[in-house]
T-cell receptor
Framework: KAGVTQTPRYLIKTRGQQVTLSCSPI?????VSWYQQTPGQGLQFLFE???????NKGNFPGRFSGRQFSNSRSEMNVSTLELGDSALYLC?????????????FGQGTRLTVV | AQSVTQLDSQVPVFEEAPVELRCNYS??????LFWYVQYPNQGLQLLLK??????LVKGINGFEAEFNKSQTSFHLRKPSVHISDTAEYFC????????????FGTGTRLLVSP
């Protein structure tokens, strides 16, 4: 069974640009969550989607958005990039949005904003 | 709200020695507890989880953890470490009802030397 796939693995963008990151969950998983990992703030929750609906959102500005498609694949978008957006963005998929279940993480997309 | 404290940012240890990585959590409601490992430039891999039942949980790669409700701790242990265990270890909690985000500690870097 294939794991969580995130593309691209590495990305370099210029301040002010926008970027879209993609996440394909494990087959059959309907819940996709996104996390931002930085040396200063650690791992922080961005948002979670279940059946194409955003169910939960972390404390990030509106420049961060996402969506989920009918096949459960998810994308997150960051507009008007700032230097502080440089981070490892991790996607996690779960079978459902209820517990008990574990989250499986992808390898992440490392975004560098210059 | 939940919070996680990993008391040690870095733990150096010699190969074949035992190790304990400490994790304390705070929550006003019941939680599930997890330990994840992250190798350089990789995503998070689940080591073990406590959902309910026996407080001693065994995970992959010879790791185990003990849930102590009175001390609100979930320390990770391994009786004999290998060079390949060098990585970042994250303790995480989430509420045990509905979808709840994972709340991570700041991580402990385990450095195993020969």
């Amino acid at each position: 069974k294939a794991g969580v796939t995130q593309t691209p693995r590495y990305l370099i963008k210029t301040r002010g640009q926008q970027v879209t990151l993609s996440c394909s969950p494990i087959s059959g998983h309907r819940s996709v969550s996104w996390y931002q990992q930085t040396p200063g703030q650690g791992l922080q929750f961005l948002f979670e989607y279940f059946s194409e609906t955003q169910r939960n959102k972390g404390n990030f500005p509106g420049r961060f958005s996402g969506r989920q498609f009918s096949n459960s694949r998810s994308e997150m978008n960051v507009s008007t990039l700032e230097l502080g957006d440089s981070a490892l963005y991790l996607c996690a998929s779960s079978f459902t949005d209820s517990l008990p279940t574990e989250a499986f993480f992808g390898q992440g997309t490392r975004l560098t904003v210059v | 709200a939940q919070s996680v404290t990993q008391l040690d940012s870095q733990v150096p240890v010699f190969e074949e020695a035992p190790v304990e990585l400490r994790c304390n959590y705070s929550s006003s409601v019941s939680v599930y507890l997890f330990w994840y490992v992250q190798y350089p430039n990789q995503g998070l891999q689940l080591l073990l989880k406590y959902l309910s039942g026996s407080t001693l949980v065994k995970g992959i790669n010879g790791f185990e953890a003990e849930f102590n409700k009175s001390q609100t701790s979930f320390h990770l242990r391994k009786p004999s470490v290998h060079i390949s265990d060098t990585a970042e270890y994250f303790c995480a909690v989430r509420r045990n009802t509905g979808f709840q985000k994972l709340v991570f500690g700041t991580g402990t870097r385990l450095l195993v030397s020969p």
